[in-house]
């Protein structure tokens, strides 16, 4: 329900003009805020509770980290879907949300590879659901000539709540040892807040409805516009480089088994990273908008590359311990919200939470099978050969990556347009294909 008049479909004009971000979007960021200190606050004691505590392999721990990476992937098709279809995307994302909250109390129970691999798909399964209506509604709160920097803004607030997550846990850990039972109360707690704040507080805007003349209803989708070639070529160039990335988890077991941390400052590896991505968020999103998104998408991967390399680097020492992990900031903040802003532009507004939910699916299944291979490949050559494998494989994928998608921006930023016509840039290419937007 309405809790804030201003927030009302058509209130927010003002802020487009003048490019101020909009307040659906800074709420959003508020949830994703609550719901990242949740979440990060279990991932980042996830690693050691189930090495350790649980006594699984470091195979075991590959297979529930991919997991983790993309049991949700199909989903987020069916999630962005039901956003179109519906043209509900908060109610969507609100079902995901609640999902991820009522598994952080099933961590609770579990016990044994069976029981929290359960845990975590159904956690997994919520992220799939929510990710694309909530970035669907970020989209249609923003103007087009800010899009990344809006998703840049989320992504910050967003951010801050997964460096507060592990700092919780390094906190209930270091006065309750072995106290992973506390971290899951937290971070039940900061799940149901979050799913609050979206349902009180987060306009029930209705995209198609908004875009459609007044007095009539809005066309029919039509679903074979998620053919549109960019889309496809996007999609390709994700893929390749979801498959050259590793779970966070195993960077961090890599730096704490090279560097000989502590067990106890574990959870506070992810914090390094979270302060990079805090910090170039905003400024990445900015350069995004102008540099060209898809560029900035595929050029972020250079920090992924310098983090793989240095965590590969037989040298140890602090400096090249928190380099790594700005390293791995910085990637994220260039293409995490990017990655959204660049799909939800190639398509037509009526398939903007189908399109970012099907990029967001690839990546993630990506993910998942790296991070399952890759705990392979940490057994079969050890922790410096399988570090040192992937860093020249994304090497070598970088450059081909970034001339595939080289068509995908517009040459130069163009003058504001309204919300539902062509990016600048994408005339031609609309008039190609005839599935641009309108």
Known sequence: MYISLRDRPGREEPARRTGRTSSTVVTLGVVSLLTDVSSESVAAVLPLYLTTALGLSFVAYGVIDGIFQGAGALVRVLGGWASDRGDRPKWVAFAGYLLSALSRGGLLLAQGFGAVTAVVVVDRFGKGIRTAPRDSLIAASSAPETLARSFGVHRTLDTVGAALGPLLAFVILTLVPEGYSSVFVMSFGFAVLGVLTLGLFVPDRRPRRELAAPGTRPEPIDWRRLADPRLRRLVVV?????????????????????????????????????????????????????????????????????????????????????????ALGAYYAATDGVLAAVAGRLVDPSLRASAIGAAQAVVALSRMLASALFGVLWYTLGRGGAMLAVTVALAVALPLCLRAVSRLDPPAPGPAVEPGSPAPGETEASERTGEGEK
């Open 238 to 326: 994700v893929s390749v480089l979801g498959l050259l990335t590793i779970g966070d988890g195993f960077v961090y077991l890599s730096l704490q088994a090279r560097d000989g941390f502590a067990t106890r400052w574990f959870p506070l590896l992810s914090v390094g990273t979270n302060i990079a991505y805090i910090a170039l968020a905003v400024p990445f999103g900015r350069l995004a908008d102008r540099f060209g998104r898809a560029r900035v998408l595929v050029l972020g991967h250079v920090g992924l590359l310098v983090a793989y390399a240095l965590a590969a680097a037989p040298a140890a020492g602090t400096a090249l311990t928190l380099a790594s992990l700005a």
